[in-house]
């Protein structure tokens, strides 16, 4: 049986920074780019699907290629997520990139560096999870989420019910979710190069 301490090992803030936020951040910082703008659409496209290749085949799938249409798929996902904190769009992130504002094509490769990088953190935790925590234990899962609750609570956010750990036991996505969404707001490891 896995103890509590074992499953916070893991998902300590060093720990995940180790595993996922430096290798990620040094794939931002390995991929040069020879100007702050694009000309046009083609050229915004080009580049970004090619860094998102790039960097998942560096961090995530260790040397597999994405298609550049799933890549692209991706790119746009990630750039319109981002975007709509700020009501815009996969327009205004090219806009951005076409004229330099915003910090330009930099800040949308940024951009896209941290939703790889969030991902991975969600992924990490799950497996965590999933390692950690015995499936067909009723008992020993409400007793370590109830633990996780208790450790994590500064990052979690309001939704998560502390006094009903019952509640995640069975699908902790949510929990996982609330975790890393609180990792990236106060974690060092998710901070802009």
Known sequence: MATINSLLAYLDERAIARRIGIPN??????????????SDYDQFRNITTDYYIYHYA??????????PSEAYGRVVEALEKEYRKKR?????AFNDANTGTNGGLRSVLDILC??????????????I???????????QKVDMIRQFIAYAGPYLSSSIVAGQPERYAHDWSEL??????GLQQTSSMFRRL
């Open 129 to 139: 999870f999933d390692r950690h925590v015995a499936p067909n234990s009723w008992d």
């Open 58 to 67: 560096r961090c995530v799938s260790n040397g597999g290629r994405l298609s």
């Open 176 to 181: 996982i979710r609330s975790y890393v969404e």
């Open 88 to 92: 815009g769009d996969i327009v205004s």
């Open 114 to 127: 941290e939703a790889i990088k969030a991902d991975s953190v969600e992924r990490y935790v799950r497996d």
């Open 25 to 38: 951040d040094e794939a931002r910082l390995n991929y040069h780019l020879t100007s702050n703008t694009v």
